[in-house]
């Protein structure tokens, strides 16, 4: 592009030019390149974006009077059950479901324009999922540019407040949901809770080079999600790593309630046999697997997982590996395994439905983890190793300290260096050796999840904090 002459770019130049500064994180020059006459709406978009980053924030009018109902909490949602089933919407369908049972009155919105915007146009307007009411924030045409959608939303959002007239909002990163749920909350003088499930800024910076660290976008972005939690007149996060990172950004100790990734009913009952998983997955029952099912993205390191097996597999002819799943890395993952000369022993079944998922870390030997080093990883616990030790298969994985939260080294599973095939060559090879050994880790590890990771247990965490904050409870039904 920098070769072409200033006197020959023209609109399609500039248009090119704003998408790759905002890609790279520079939002002023994604303004400032989309500044041209017949790139208005793009312009509009470029603006927006910067504003929200700058730290825009909604005009929400204050009510005449408002009475909230005792006992309601309205959570607000990027996306939900059932046109999506991503991680995060199983999370909080598990969340709504337990709250539910243990008395507190929910209900839930989505994020304006969703699931349309995503493909999904002739969508109900609410959705009833085993008793949780969903319902969609569906504007006949959707603002232009984050600042002015965070307008939008706040004040579709204050439109359900007035319905529902819960006694606290409740919402999840990121920061621009925070944003139109604090400007409602204050308007209505009722309490909000900001669930911090990932640091996004980091998984926006994984997926670029290094500069991406230091890009404008980076660091207003972490600067908007810390002024977000510090905020919060609570804050929720999954983890011990990720609780200190907020009191690092100066977010009160006693505000952070920590509810981890947890499991569903399906993953508390006895797990089926490996034998009968394999039978339903078509898999030899003769072979050793090892693998995971996770999304395909570069942070999740699962080409370590492939040279290791390369380096096995001449010593170990029974070895397989599995990879279920989908998303951007999966053709890169498919040529490294031709690459190496293993394509033929390695499984890619693709994206499982979520009841799928079950039986295919059944089907496996050893599930592994072995995710890069990178800040978003360091800091973010995953859900799949959970479910991994819910149903009695080892895990192995990569030794950060997010991991290290979910497995205990030498009695749960095994922690390896990050990005060193080799060193995960030497500790599979050892494990693969003991059939023993892994079965006794997978014992413990299945013992762990059921004890200590149940949405119940969730549940109660959420209770106190809403009566925390004022919000009446009635008695459970737990």
Request: overall charge neutral; proline content about 6%; charged content about 25%.
């Given at each position: 592009?920098?070769?072409?002459?200033?006197?020959?770019?023209?609109?399609?130049?500039?248009?090119?030019?704003?998408?790759?500064?905002?890609?790279?994180?520079?939002?002023?020059?994604?303004?400032?390149?989309?500044?041209?006459?017949?790139?208005?709406?793009?312009?509009?978009?470029?603006?927006?974006?910067?504003?929200?980053?700058?730290?825009?924030?909604?005009?929400?009018?204050?009510?005449?009077?408002?009475?909230?109902?005792?006992?309601?909490?309205?959570?607000?949602?990027?996306?939900?059950?059932?046109?999506?089933?991503?991680?995060?919407?199983?999370?909080?369908?598990?969340?709504?479901?337990?709250?539910?049972?243990?008395?507190?009155?929910?209900?839930?919105?989505?994020?304006?324009?969703?699931?349309?915007?995503?493909?999904?146009?002739?969508?109900?307007?609410?959705?009833?999922?085993?008793?949780?009411?969903?319902?969609?924030?569906?504007?006949?045409?959707?603002?232009?540019?984050?600042?002015?959608?965070?307008?939008?939303?706040?004040?579709?959002?204050?439109?359900?407040?007035?319905?529902?007239?819960?006694?606290?909002?409740?919402?999840?990163?990121?920061?621009?949901?925070?944003?139109?749920?604090r400007a409602v909350a204050e308007a209505y003088g009722?309490?909000?809770?900001?669930?911090?499930?990932?640091?996004?800024?980091?998984?926006?910076?994984?997926?670029?080079?290094?500069?991406?660290?230091?890009?404008?976008?980076?660091?207003?972005?972490?600067?908007?999600?810390?002024?977000?939690?510090?905020?919060?007149?609570?804050?929720?996060?999954?983890?011990?790593?990720?609780?200190?990172?907020?009191?690092?950004?100066?977010?009160?100790?006693?505000?952070?309630?920590?509810?981890?990734?947890?499991?569903?009913?399906?993953?508390?009952?006895?797990?089926?046999?490996?034998?009968?998983?394999?039978?339903?997955?078509?898999?030899?029952?003769?072979?050793?697997?090892?693998?995971?099912?996770?999304?395909?993205?570069?942070?999740?390191?699962?080409?370590?997982?492939?040279?290791?097996?390369?380096?096995?597999?001449?010593?170990?002819?029974?070895?397989?590996?599995?990879?279920?799943?989908?998303?951007?890395?999966?053709?890169?993952?498919?040529?490294?395994?031709?690459?190496?000369?293993?394509?033929?022993?390695?499984?890619?079944?693709?994206?499982?439905?979520?009841?799928?998922?079950?039986?295919?870390?059944?089907?496996?030997?050893?599930?592994?983890?072995?995710?890069?080093?990178?800040?978003?990883?360091?800091?973010v616990t995953p859900m799949k190793s959970v479910e991994?030790?819910?149903?009695?298969?080892?895990?192995?994985?990569?030794?950060?300290?997010?991991?290290?939260?979910?497995?205990?080294?030498?009695?749960?599973?095994?922690?390896?260096?990050?990005?060193?095939?080799?060193?995960?060559?030497?500790?599979?090879?050892?494990?693969?050796?003991?059939?023993?050994?892994?079965?006794?880790?997978?014992?413990?590890?299945?013992?762990?999840?059921?004890?200590?990771?149940?949405?119940?247990?969730?549940?109660?965490?959420?209770?106190?904090?809403?009566?925390?904050?004022?919000?009446?409870?009635?008695?459970?039904?737990?």
């Amino acid at each position: 592009m920098e070769a072409v002459p200033e006197n020959g770019r023209g609109t399609a130049w500039h248009a090119a030019a704003a998408r790759l500064a905002l890609h790279r994180g520079d939002l002023d020059a994604a303004v400032a390149a989309s500044d041209r006459r017949g790139l208005g709406d793009l312009h509009e978009r470029m603006a927006g974006e910067a504003a929200a980053f700058a730290g825009h924030r909604p005009h929400v009018p204050r009510p005449a009077s408002y009475a909230p109902v005792p006992g309601r909490v309205l959570h607000v949602l990027t996306n939900s059950l059932p046109h999506t089933g991503s991680g995060y919407a199983q999370r909080s369908h598990s969340t709504l479901r337990a709250l539910a049972d243990a008395g507190v009155h929910v209900e839930a919105v989505t994020r304006p324009g969703w699931p349309a915007q995503v493909g999904v146009p002739w969508a109900a307007r609410q959705d009833m999922v085993d008793g949780i009411h969903y319902r969609r924030l569906t504007p006949w045409r959707l603002a232009q540019g984050t600042a002015a959608r965070m307008d939008q939303h706040a004040r579709l959002l204050a439109a359900e407040v007035d319905r529902f007239r819960p006694q606290a909002l409740h919402t999840t990163t990121h920061f621009v949901n925070a944003v139109a749920v604090r400007a409602v909350a204050e308007a209505y003088g009722i309490p909000w809770v900001y669930e911090v499930r990932g640091q996004l800024a980091d998984t926006w910076a994984s997926k670029r080079d290094a500069a991406a660290l230091t890009s404008q976008r980076y660091r207003e972005f972490v600067a908007r999600e810390e002024e977000a939690a510090r905020s919060a007149d609570a804050v929720v996060t999954l983890g011990e790593t990720m609780a200190a990172r907020l009191r690092a950004q100066g977010v009160a100790p006693q505000d952070i309630t920590v509810c981890p990734n947890a499991i569903g009913e399906a993953f508390l009952a006895e797990p089926p046999t490996r034998a009968a998983a394999r039978r339903r997955l078509g898999l030899a029952e003769d072979h050793v697997y090892i693998g995971t099912v996770s999304s395909l993205v570069g942070y999740e390191g699962l080409d370590t997982l492939l040279r290791a097996a390369a380096l096995l597999m001449p010593d170990h002819p029974s070895l397989r590996v599995s990879i279920a799943g989908d998303g951007v890395s999966l053709p890169a993952l498919r040529s490294l395994a031709s690459d190496l000369g293993i394509a033929d022993r390695v499984r890619f079944p693709g994206r499982v439905a979520r009841s799928e998922a079950l039986w295919e870390q059944v089907s496996l030997d050893v599930f592994i983890v072995p995710r890069r080093d990178l800040p978003v990883t360091r800091a973010v616990t995953p859900m799949k190793s959970v479910e991994a030790s819910a149903v009695g298969t080892p895990v192995v994985a990569s030794d950060l300290p997010a991991l290290a939260e979910l497995v205990q080294d030498g009695v749960t599973g095994l922690l390896v260096p990050a990005e060193d095939p080799a060193a995960w060559a030497r500790c599979l090879g050892d494990l693969l050796a003991e059939p023993g050994r892994r079965e006794s880790l997978g014992s413990a590890g299945r013992a762990w999840a059921v004890g200590t990771r149940t949405w119940e247990a969730n549940a109660r965490r959420y209770r106190d904090l809403y009566e925390r904050l004022g919000v009446e409870v009635p008695p459970g039904r737990d």
